[in-house]
T-cell receptor, first 111, second 115 residues
Framework: GENVEQHPSTLSVQEGDSAVIKCTYSDSASNYFPWYKQELGKRPQLIIDIRSNVGEKKDQRIAVTLNKTAKHFSLHITETQPEDSAVYFCAASMGGQNFVFGPGTRLSVLP | EAGVAQSPRYKIIEKRQSVAFWCNPISGHATLYWYQQILGQGPKLLIQFQNNGVVDDSQLPKDRFSAERLKGVDSTLKIQPAKLEDSAVYLC?????????????FGEGSRLTVL
């Protein structure tokens, strides 16, 4: 079955700097890759997603890139703000079935 | 639009006791998932329903866990008997059906502590 790895497990950046989180997946049939943000004690919420027919997608300060050949995808957050501090999870899915999540990255944005 | 509803939010039980969690997905969402999230880890799929049928329960510990979605709407997840390692947040999620459907919508979760 699908296996998703995520790095780093923790990341601290200064406010205003950029943050990058990387994920790799094992099943080449996976074709949908969402990123979820989970604040402490809250539900995971989708922040951006990408499908396998697209190489990059951007939404304001957040962008995701996908390399299907290497089977990895990355989340990029620019101009980080304190409210970006949270745990971020990547996931991989094939045809909308069986979303497999990575172990998460705890991002801390330092003032 | 109402979100995914879950109850109870918190439950504390002793090992070997039983517990049940309830989930009501977003109206019209045919696909429903139960995930287990252990502290510090990513959500792990327990079971996926499409309407009232099971799509994937390969990671459900069937000797102690059971789940049902009898009328294709709300769902119940039961643990009997509970073990210490079952302490986790149980997240219910739903989405529309179809291969191009995207976002999973999560509930607030039910936090289980087994003593």
């Amino acid at each position: 079955g699908e296996n998703v790895e995520q790095h780093p497990s923790t990341l601290s950046v200064q406010e205003g700097d950029s943050a990058v989180i990387k994920c790799t997946y094992s099943d080449s049939a996976s074709n949908y890759f969402p990123w979820y943000k989970q604040e402490l004690g809250k539900r995971p919420q989708l922040i951006i997603d990408i499908r396998s027919n697209v190489g990059e997608k951007k939404d304001q300060r957040i962008a995701v890139t996908l390399n299907k050949t290497a089977k990895h995808f990355s989340l990029h957050i620019t101009e980080t703000q304190p409210e970006d501090s949270a745990v971020y999870f990547c996931a991989a899915s094939m045809g909308g079935q069986n979303f497999v999540f990575g172990p998460g990255t705890r991002l801390s944005v330092l003032p | 639009e109402a979100g995914v509803a879950q109850s109870p939010r918190y439950k504390i039980i002793e090992k070997r006791q039983s517990v049940a969690f309830w989930c009501n997905p977003i109206s019209g969402h045919a696909t429903l998932y139960w995930y287990q999230q252990i502290l510090g880890q990513g959500p792990k799929l327990l079971i996926q329903f499409q309407n009232n049928g099971v799509v994937d329960d390969s990671q459900l510990p069937k000797d102690r866990f059971s789940a049902e979605r009898l009328k294709g709407v709300d769902s119940t997840l039961k643990i009997q008997p509970a073990k210490l390692e079952d302490s986790a947040v149980y997240l219910c999620a739903s989405r529309t059906s179809g291969s191009l459907a995207g976002e999973l919508f999560f509930g607030e979760g039910s936090r289980l502590t087994v003593l």
